[in-house]
């Protein structure tokens, strides 16, 4: 199956921008009269008739609206610091919206050789990569802050994470694994360092704030890997373990 | 820390090759007497000392030898259909080399688009991947094989597995989780299909030879990710869990 995006919606009636009418009318050939669905980005799934064929501004109406679709059982915000090369962050992000994640919020840790991030190129990513799994929301890609701010922000309400690699005395990281088995369905966020890894003040905060420290096994991951292996295990938890 | 590949060794003598004693000698500037760590790529590390700064044939003694260095928990075979675009194929086999995998197989299916896969970059960038995340062994990639002669050729005493995506009548596919959790610590294989998926036929034969048809989730993920998410099953389970 395949959907299109579709940001303009009012009185049930959809307005497609002017590339998803010329892939739709142009490309794929629809003529009014033929079903569409749709999708806002926002969880919904607009089942449609297309009324207007217009190769620039076509428009469908809706028939049935799904909310949640393609919704996982989990919340997770992935708070991942952006890697060197910038294609294996956004390797990172497809990946993570294919599998299931709410939000993506690059965060710079005092470590972080790339302290500069932009998100436009992202959020296209996540758009396509929502359509290819079928998903209809698109996960948020937050506008990029500090380790620090990120902490400070954060929801002490969530199930709140941090991986790092280094020994830190007297704490004990936990398996990711055991802390997801312990508090099943809590909204949860995870802190995943850069290259450099967090400093050890950005870890003591985290831990001040009440963040859990976890690890993602012995194999020493890159960054984008070890962002995704997080992701991995509530993915593997939540929808290819029954309940 | 850094390790160093290096197939030549006889007599507790490692001779490193023209590329690596140039790394070792002339970009890192190691002398004689230096500490160094190599690896043979069959999970083998090697603690050793430089005892001649070659920049074309360096060598070292051998102080300590470590077997199983690096070794994950589980044997697991990745037989996956090569993708269209060769990238994401190269992509799952480096993050799969970075979690931990024995093997990767390109095998190829009735409806692959790619029938022909070539080995030697594959191998490189493994190589590449287990100084990375510091595996002594190297992930073994064998020639590519029809996916009939693959299952075949499968042993009947592993976890056998096979994804596929459509219904099969009167076949339920198990979450992966599920079977892991039900048959721990058996050798492994799964059976990835390609961007069109196995042929109804490849999916029986498979069945008939004893393979378990799992489920990887309800996201529509592509090959790549799908691979990749059974081998993180395996990873979030051995590594990320406590017994």
Same mark, same amino acid.
């Given at each position: 199956m395949e959907i299109f995006y579709c940001k303009q919606i009012s009185g049930g009636i959809c307005t497609l921008d002017k590339e998803e009418?010329?892939?739709?009318?142009?490309?794929?050939?629809?003529?009014?009269?033929?079903?569409?669905?749709?999708?806002?980005?926002?969880?919904?799934?607009?089942?449609?008739?297309?009324?207007?064929?217009?190769?620039?501004?076509?428009?469908?109406?809706?028939?049935?609206?799904?909310?949640?679709?393609?919704?996982?059982?989990?919340?997770?915000?992935?708070?991942?610091?952006?890697?060197?090369?910038?294609?294996?962050?956004e390797w990172f992000a497809e990946k993570a919206t294919e599998m299931g994640v709410d939000a993506i919020v690059p965060v710079i840790g005092e470590h972080s050789e790339r302290r500069v991030f932009k998100t436009d190129r992202l959020k296209k990513i996540l758009l396509s990569a929502s359509k290819q799994s079928l998903k209809g929301r698109i996960p948020a890609v937050e506008e990029p802050c500090t380790v620090r701010e990120f902490i400070r922000r954060s929801d002490p309400s969530a199930l709140r994470l941090i991986a790092w690699c280094f020994e830190l005395e007297g704490v004990e990281r936990k398996a990711i694994g055991d802390v997801l088995d312990a508090q099943p369905g809590r909204p949860a966020c995870?802190?995943?360092?850069?290259?450099?890894?967090?400093?050890? =003040?950005? /870890?003591? !905060? %985290?831990?001040?704030?009440? *963040?859990?420290?976890?690890? &993602?096994?012995?194999?020493?991951?890159?960054? =984008?890997? /070890?962002? !995704? %292996?997080?992701?991995?295990? *509530?993915?593997?938890?939540? &929808?290819?373990?029954s309940a």
């Amino acid at each position: 199956m395949e959907i299109f995006y579709c940001k303009q919606i009012s009185g049930g009636i959809c307005t497609l921008d002017k590339e998803e009418s010329g892939h739709v009318v142009k490309v794929l050939r629809h003529r009014a009269g033929d079903e569409l669905s749709l999708f806002d980005g926002e969880g919904n799934l607009y089942r449609c008739c297309l009324t207007d064929a217009s190769p620039t501004a076509a428009q469908a109406r809706i028939v049935e609206q799904i909310p949640d679709w393609g919704a996982v059982p989990y919340r997770l915000t992935m708070a991942v610091c952006p890697t060197k090369r910038n294609e294996r962050y956004e390797w990172f992000a497809e990946k993570a919206t294919e599998m299931g994640v709410d939000a993506i919020v690059p965060v710079i840790g005092e470590h972080s050789e790339r302290r500069v991030f932009k998100t436009d190129r992202l959020k296209k990513i996540l758009l396509s990569a929502s359509k290819q799994s079928l998903k209809g929301r698109i996960p948020a890609v937050e506008e990029p802050c500090t380790v620090r701010e990120f902490i400070r922000r954060s929801d002490p309400s969530a199930l709140r994470l941090i991986a790092w690699c280094f020994e830190l005395e007297g704490v004990e990281r936990k398996a990711i694994g055991d802390v997801l088995d312990a508090q099943p369905g809590r909204p949860a966020c995870i802190l995943i360092g850069p290259e450099g890894d967090f400093s050890r =003040e950005e /870890a003591q !905060l %985290a831990l001040d704030a009440g *963040f859990i420290p976890v690890h &993602l096994g012995s194999s020493r991951l890159r960054t =984008e890997t /070890a962002a !995704l %292996a997080a992701v991995s295990a *509530f993915y593997v938890k939540y &929808l290819c373990t029954s309940a």
